[in-house]
Every structure is written in structure tokens, then in C-alpha cells.
């Protein structure tokens, strides 16, 4: 029981850093005027670049730093890319495809 409180908030926080990390990345390219190639770039960088400052907060090094960045990077494409799905209103079969080939091409991996 107490592994799965400790789970859940572990999971909650994580989720809410990508969440932050998104938006600022996001409002960092907004401002800068990117947009296309030069703003997914940005924000794939972006994204890699704040889910390792956060692995080196919690002092992950090896596998453990590797899983936790990739983590990171898939779940801040996720919020970005379902983000943009809503934003097209898309539902269903092509709001699933969007996302994946938009997280997919974000650098992370598709779960």
C-alpha cells in the first residue's frame, strides 16, 4: 500500500515538471517567433535539456539518469502533441495517430 502512495506521487510530480517544462519551452519559442523545423527543434532541446537538469537535482547517473531523461522527454512531447491535437479538435483513430507520429518525431518514444 505504501509502495503504490509512493508510486502515485512520484508519478504526479513527474507529471507536473513535464508539465512546467512544457510551457516554458513552449512560451520560450512563442517569443522567440519560431516556428516549423526551427521551433520543433527548439523545443526538443528544450525538453532533453530540463528533463537532465532534473536528473542531476536527483543525482541519477547511468541507466537510471538514461530512463529517467527519456521518460521525461515522452512525457512533455505527450503533453505538447495531445495540446496540439485538441487544438485541431481531433478525436479518435486521428487524434491517436497525430499524437503518436508528433511525439514520435519529438524525440520520445511512443508507449
Known amino acids: 500500500m505504501m509502495r503504490t502512495a509512493l508510486a502515485t506521487t512520484a508519478l504526479l510530480l513527474l507529471f507536473g515538471a513535464a508539465q512546467a517544462q512544457t510551457s516554458t519551452c513552449a512560451a520560450s519559442a512563442t517569443e522567440k517567433k519560431l516556428a516549423g523545423a526551427a521551433k520543433s527543434s527548439f523545443l526538443k532541446k528544450c525538453e532533453t535539456d530540463t528533463c537532465e537538469t532534473q536528473a542531476a537535482e536527483k543525482k541519477l547517473a547511468g541507466a537510471a539518469k538514461d530512463s529517467f ?11 505538447t502533441c495531445d495540446a496540439a491535437a485538441k487544438e485541431k479538435k481531433l ?4 487524434k491517436n495517430s497525430f ?4 511525439v514520435t518525431d519529438a524525440g520520445g518514444a511512443v508507449s
Open 69 to 79: 531523461t527519456k521518460k521525461c522527454v515522452t512525457d512533455a512531447a505527450t503533453t
Open 91 to 94: 478525436a479518435g483513430a486521428a
Open 99 to 102: 499524437t503518436k507520429k508528433c
